[in-house]
């Protein structure tokens, strides 16, 4: 079966630090990857997504960077931290050619 | 459409009740469209889905209904229970090619017990 990781599971940082998001699927092979965001008790933004390794769609201009370094592992990233950065942070997977994704159990995030 | 910024609609059931949950979409290109569960401190979860050259799709008490006239989607849970306490998404996908979902605002469910 497949599984979804993401790690780590909170995450409190000062504003102007770095931050690296690992999300990793296991079970499937060459999945489509996503992060989105979700701030408290809002709806959830898609931030980027990868059809395959090294291939990233940005939706969002921010100062936020993703990275697909293999198949099956998705880094979220950010080189300085904003306040506004603080919210919950979702990866997902699909199938290729399905619309159906499966959510990890998310990053809260809180800068500070 | 995507509705990220705003606060989310609540509704509040009584245990054993049915619940209607409603959303809008913005986009007739829109052609597949998927129901998702978010409990709290969670990822969302895979509901049921509907195509649009349907208008209703049942599943084990739920019953999702698809207006294209109106481009109005409803989730309708049956005996509702305080395990579906709950935020709902909404999510369409646009027959724009690629595979990308938008996500509605949501609605967060309160079962009354």
């Known amino acids: 079966s497949q599984t979804i990781h993401q790690w780590p599971a909170t995450l409190v940082q000062p504003v102007g630090s770095p931050l690296s998001l690992e999300c990793t699927v296991e079970?499937?092979?060459?999945?489509?990857l996503y992060w989105y965001r979700q701030a408290a008790g809002r709806g959830l933004q898609l931030l980027f997504y990868?059809?395959?390794?090294?291939?990233i769609s940005s939706e969002v201009p921010q100062n936020l960077s993703a990275s697909r370094p293999q198949d099956r592992q998705f880094i979220l990233s950010s080189k300085k931290l904003l306040l506004s950065d603080s919210g919950f942070y979702l990866c997902?997977?699909?199938?290729?050619?399905?619309?159906?994704?499966?959510f990890g159990p998310g990053t809260r995030l809180t800068v500070t | 459409g995507e509705s990220v910024g705003l606060h989310l609609p609540t509704l509040s059931v009584q245990e054993g009740d049915n619940s209607i949950i409603n959303c809008a979409y913005s986009?007739?290109?829109?052609?597949?469209f998927i129901w998702y569960k978010q409990e709290s401190g969670k990822g969302p979860q895979f509901i049921i889905d509907?195509?649009?050259?349907?208008d209703k799709r049942q599943g084990q008490r739920v019953t999702v209904l698809l207006n294209k006239t109106v481009k109005h989607l409803s989730l309708q849970i049956a005996a509702t229970q305080p395990g579906d306490s709950a935020v709902y998404f909404c999510?369409?996908?646009?027959?724009?090619?690629?595979?990308?979902?938008?996500f509605g605002a949501g609605t967060r469910l309160f079962v009354k017990a």
């Open positions: 997902a997977w699909s199938v290729q050619d399905s619309y159906e994704q499966y």
């Open positions: 079970g499937t092979s060459n999945p489509n």
């Open positions: 990868s059809v395959g390794i090294g291939q």
């Open positions: 986009n007739s290109a829109s052609d597949y």
């Open positions: 509907i195509r649009s050259n349907m």
């Open positions: 999510a369409e996908k646009r027959n724009t090619g690629g595979f990308k979902t938008i």
